[in-house]
């Protein structure tokens, strides 16, 4: 007797399919949700009662747990095939698992998009990196379970909004990739196409829009090339409050002045790729600092202040304009963003190399970010110290945003201290600035596991002694 075959798709609408045919009903309520949950974390066994809660938080424990039972009823006589009910959850008194078997999740896809291979520049390394990004490009049909929510299981909707930013962070970076990996083949259709599926995922990311204003212009589509730089500046005055980055502007220059054509020559100062050379975005395994080293480390934590009686829903919308914007204007100000949830931001500034400019550039940034949000009230905290930056250990196409010592979390504490402030400062932070920024004195705060306060300073603006900004936030 045949065992049926089961497809699970879980980015886009949630969706089931047994031997090629759509099971209707599991895209939606909690029933769909406690399916999509055992899928995407079909590498755990789970605990009834954990599950109960999860999804019936409103309920005591026993009525939690029927409730549990009877959706895992449902579940498995709208799962039950030839071979019994049990073909894909494995139930007992105690567990919950989902059996990966011979089954086909989506999302597996981007487990191998990290290959042990692409560790060079070399023809081999980026075709076998090529590949594996493909296939995943190839399940991406939109963000994580869109359109499923469940308003009145908060911790389920926590979990989900981490999923959702976390693969559509991974989307952006796997069609970046491709694109880049087409354009440096010369293949400028291709690199065009996967530009504007990331475009899709980030509206706002800067260096997505030059590689499609770049191969518009290398495919001989100049005019057109010219029409989405200035398509791309409105974006950006519209939603961050900021002008293109030098390097677009240099681009578009180059463009308009005919220096770029579809011969595919471009100067490299003009953000296009010179023929015969690697294009950096395209994996490598140089890491973004000196690894294995001491290092001066400004750390920014940014939190969305949330009201106690905001909409679910409405909070979603909030912290996903929360995410996207704040994450684009730190890389502007030169941050290394970190991955993490969409309520929060935890940036480095100083990681690339080592300078006295990071203090300054993070307080630039924290302004930014109040002034670009400033209906969402951000709360932003500023802390400098030392830490280590240990030898990468991890494969190259992965973030490399490790680091050693207190300062991220001394960082984070600072949200407790003076919470109707916007940007506050440690005492390390407000020395580094000097007579940059404009500050006032704040209450003093006591560190974790420190036995002595030490003073904090609200950042009001920047004063005229403050030095030029970095490139990208003129």
């Not at 204003?213 to 029409?227: D, F, H, K, Q």
């Not at 630039?364 to 932003?380: Q, S």
């Not at 030898?391 to 010592?405: A, H």
Request: aromatic share 6%.
């Amino acid at each position: 007797m045949r065992q049926a075959h089961f497809s699970i798709r879980l980015l886009g609408a949630f969706e089931v399919q047994r031997n090629g045919r759509r099971l209707a009903g599991l895209g939606h309520g909690k029933t769909g949700a406690l399916l999509a949950y055992l899928a995407a974390e079909s590498a755990q066994t789970h605990t009834r009662q954990a599950l109960a809660g999860l999804l019936w938080p409103e309920r005591d424990e026993n009525h939690a747990r029927q409730s549990l039972r009877q959706a895992l009823t449902a579940l498995r006589g709208a799962l039950e095939d030839e071979q019994g009910p049990g073909a894909l959850l494995a139930v007992n008194r105690e567990t919950v698992a989902f059996k990966r078997g011979p089954h086909d999740i989506d999302i597996a896809a981007f487990d191998i998009v990290e290959p042990a291979a692409c560790v060079d520049a070399s023809p081999r390394s980026r075709d076998v990196c090529r590949n594996c990004h493909l296939v995943a490009a190839g399940q991406y049909r939109g963000p994580f379970l869109a359109g499923l929510s469940v308003p009145d299981a908060p911790e389920f909707e926590s979990w989900l909004e981490l999923k959702r930013e976390g693969f559509e962070r991974r989307a952006s970076e796997m069609f970046g990739h491709l694109a880049a990996c087409h354009e440096q083949s010369g293949e400028y259709e291709l690199a065009l196409r996967y530009a504007r599926a990331q475009l899709r995922v980030e509206p706002w990311h800067e260096e997505a829009h030059r590689q499609v204003i770049r191969v518009l212009a290398l495919g001989g589509s100049r005019n057109a090339a010219l029409a989405h730089y200035r398509r791309m500046r409105a974006v950006l005055a519209d939603e961050l409050g900021v002008e293109p980055e030098d390097v677009s502007r240099a681009l578009y220059e180059s463009i308009r002045a005919g220096r770029m054509s579809a011969t595919g020559a471009s100067p490299g100062a003009d953000g296009g790729v010179r023929s015969g050379t690697w294009d950096a975005r395209v994996c490598t395994a140089a890491p973004r600092g000196r690894a294995g080293e001491r290092r001066s480390l400004t750390v920014l934590s940014a939190e969305l202040r949330c009201a106690p009686n905001v909409d679910p829903e409405e909070m979603y919308e909030r912290s996903l304009r929360f995410a996207q914007i704040g994450g684009e204007l730190m890389r502007r100000h030169g941050g290394a963003v970190c991955p993490g949830g969409s309520l929060d931001l935890t940036v480095y500034f100083g990681c690339a190399e080592s300078g006295e400019q990071a203090a300054l550039q993070a307080v630039r940034a924290a302004l930014a970010l109040c002034e670009a949000l400033e209906g969402l009230r951000p709360r932003v905290r500023i802390h400098t110290g030392v830490v280590f930056l240990p030898p990468r250990q991890r494969g190259p196409c992965m973030p490399d945003f490790e680091v050693i010592g207190p300062a991220p979390r001394l960082a984070r504490s600072l949200h407790a201290a003076s919470p109707e402030v916007d940007v506050a400062l440690s005492e390390a932070t407000f020395a580094a600035v000097g007579g940059a920024v404009r500050c006032r004195r704040l209450p003093d705060h006591r560190f974790p596991d420190s036995s002595q306060a030490t003073p904090l300073h609200e950042a009001m603006r920047l004063t005229g002694d403050a030095v030029p900004a970095h490139p990208g936030e003129r």
